[in-house]
């Protein structure tokens, strides 16, 4: 009995597995389905802005993980999961993931220092938006974006002994591409010590924030004091 037991059990295994549109591999999984393998993004970076409808489970032992789309994303460069209330990101192993200048961001959304309230946008130039949409918007300030994403990769680092007690105006920069519709690459901007800096926690590297970055964070729609905007140049 116990051997006709045992015997069920295997074949039920072997079903399940015949089953499976997943296969675990060193780094990640394959879809066998589409032959695609997904590994992880580099953590502190790229996120998806909104998940989609549920795609593929892949079961790793006794623990299973649901994988959505992405939305505006294709499934077969990129895939999402949740973890407890956050959503991450895997890519297909033939999408190169891009720098903070080649995900060329064009507009932002701005959110407290925890990336969880949303404050403001720095909104797209109108040559960006629907051809419907370009006259409701006359200016933007895509440039700035993109000044933000120049002054990370190419400002030198600095080393600021900074904690949560004691930088000021530390906000979250959500850059937005739409060449990457359906991510956004997180940076974020703080005060410390009388001047302003931009982090990549993605790079590890800390830089001076340039003047106009400035100017709009701490002394245009955000913040409270325009004197705060002289603070620092790349």
Not at 133 to 143: A, F, I, L, N, R
Not at 161 to 169: C, L, M, R, S, Y
Request: net charge negative; with cysteine; aromatic share 12%.
């Amino acid at each position: 009995m116990k051997r006709i037991l045992a015997l069920i059990l295997a074949v039920f295994s072997l079903l399940l597995a015949a089953c499976s549109s997943t296969e675990l591999t060193e780094n990640g999984f394959i879809d066998t389905k589409t032959g695609i393998e997904y590994i992880e993004v580099e953590p502190m970076g790229l996120y998806p802005i909104d998940p989609g409808e549920e795609f593929l489970t892949v079961k790793s032992g006794n623990s299973s993980t649901v994988y959505y789309e992405v939305w505006f994303e294709d499934t077969s460069r990129f895939l999402c999961y949740e973890t407890e209330g956050y959503y991450f990101l895997v890519r297909s192993t033939e999408v190169k993931e891009p720098s903070v200048t080649e995900f060329n961001p064009i507009a932002a959304s701005i959110y407290a220092g925890n990336n969880t309230v949303y404050i403001d946008s720095l909104y797209a130039n109108p040559e960006y938006l629907p051809e419907d949409k370009q006259d409701e918007q006359t200016v933007g300030e895509s440039e700035l974006c993109k000044l933000i994403a120049k002054s990370i990769e190419e400002g030198e680092a600095v080393e600021v002994p900074v904690t949560e007690d004691n930088i000021e105006n530390h906000y979250s920069i959500r850059l937005l591409s739409a060449d990457y519709p359906g991510l956004y690459y997180l940076v974020s901007f703080f005060k410390y010590n009388g001047r302003c800096f931009l982090r990549d926690d993605r790079l590890g590297k800390t830089v001076y924030s340039p003047y106009d970055v400035n100017v709009r964070m701490v002394g245009g729609a955000i913040g409270e004091d325009d004197d705060e905007a002289s603070g620092s140049e790349v």
